[in-house]
């Protein structure tokens, strides 16, 4: 498990547009999520052992193959605006940022993606944001891990080819989340009282 400062290899990894299977990492990956914390809030949240929960109820859910892995980093709100700007062209902290290890979406509005595996068992990579996610959590009334956990099943969602930018995949999407929640014992976060 890697601790502290992530060092040159996410500079690498997403500056090239590839993911973190391929870049030389020397780490040791001792579990489906490879956490990268980058922010010391991260830490004191238990953001791997939060990771591993939400990785797993995507996993059972969705009846992927238990080797598929996942990279996490846990960042802060500078970290994630910079990516943001680099990768989408906004340079603002936004709560998290996914990129998938191959294109998996559906062709037509509110189908199901390609969830077919080939050898390798890399997913993706997912960044979160500490400060984001704190504020956007105390804003809904809601637990910093609960959230947390949502934002990681929704990256990993993103990963797998999951999307809400057209209206049935959006609807596909949310309800999913809310099935794969509703069985951690987390409320649906889209629902408006």
Not at 56 to 63: E, F, R, S
Not at 82 to 96: E, H, I, M, P, Q
Not at 100 to 127: H, K, M, T
Request: charged content about 25%; some cysteine.
């Amino acid at each position: 498990m890697v601790r502290g400062g992530i060092g040159p290899c996410w500079a690498v990894v997403l500056d090239a547009g590839t993911n973190i299977a391929r870049c030389g990492f020397t780490g040791r990956v001792l579990m489906p999520v490879e956490c990268m914390i980058d922010a010391p809030g991260w830490a004191d949240a238990g953001i791997e052992a939060l990771a591993e929960r939400a990785f797993a109820a995507v996993v059972a859910h969705q009846d992927i193959p238990d080797r598929a892995e996942v990279a996490l980093l846990a960042c802060d709100d500078a970290r994630i605006a910079g990516l943001n700007g680099d990768f989408r062209g906004k340079s603002v902290a936004t709560n998290v940022l996914s990129w998938p290890s191959q294109e998996r979406a559906a062709q037509e509005d509110g189908g199901a993606p390609d969830l077919s595996f080939g050898e390798d068992p890399e997913l993706g990579d997912i960044a979160i944001a500490y400060e984001t996610c704190a504020r956007e959590a105390a804003d809904g009334g809601r637990t910093l891990a609960d959230h947390t956990v949502h934002l990681i099943v929704h990256g990993v969602l993103h990963l797998l080819g999951y999307d809400h930018e057209r209206d049935g995949d959006a609807t596909l999407m949310e309800e999913i989340e809310v099935e794969i929640l509703g069985k951690l014992g987390i409320s649906d976060p889209y629902r408006i009282e």
